[in-house]
């Protein structure tokens, strides 16, 4: 029978806790899942594994059609996904607070629909794909300025583990 010095046998504890705390901060996931995600630009959030898509870069003001320099790029990251097979995914668009909160509702379920469409093209099945509308009702800064509101339209790509 091996006996290990105190000091070892902290060191292994230590060690052991360090490799399960890492592990846990992946989210339910495998490290190659969580590396994927993290080169994609996803970070671990309340909701789990988001990604922000600036309006700005998928649609211009006002409008839920995606821009055509972008669908190569969406449908880059739906393939990537699934290769990883992170198969369900929750999709989520915002807007700001300018206009009728009603007009805004719509704004953001037709973004969140327009991303889905992506990748339900390149393989998603439907059932594994979550579209919600959450209008301005979740802004991630107050809407105070033309900027603000800019970072709050938005469509987020959150993993379901």
Known sequence: MITLSRPIKLALILLLSSVL???ASWGHLNYKQARMLKKEGFVLTD????????????F??????????????LMRLSTQLQKYKLNKI???GHTDDIGDSTYNQILSEKRATSVSTIFLQTG???NN????GR???HPLVENS?????ATNRRVNIIIIP
Not at 129 to 132: A, G, K, V
Not at 145 to 149: A, G, I, K, L, T
């Open 60 to 73: 211009g003001f006002d409008s839920y059609e995606i821009k055509a320099e972008q669908t190569d790029e």
């Open 145 to 149: 300025s033309d900027e603000n509101r």
């Open 47 to 58: 909701e789990g594994w988001s990604l922000r898509l600036p309006e700005r870069l998928l």
């Open 135 to 137: 209008g301005s009702s």
């Open 124 to 126: 998603f099945q439907p």
């Open 129 to 132: 794909l979550h579209t919600i």
């Open 21 to 23: 705390s890492a592990c």
């Open 90 to 92: 929750k999709i989520v």
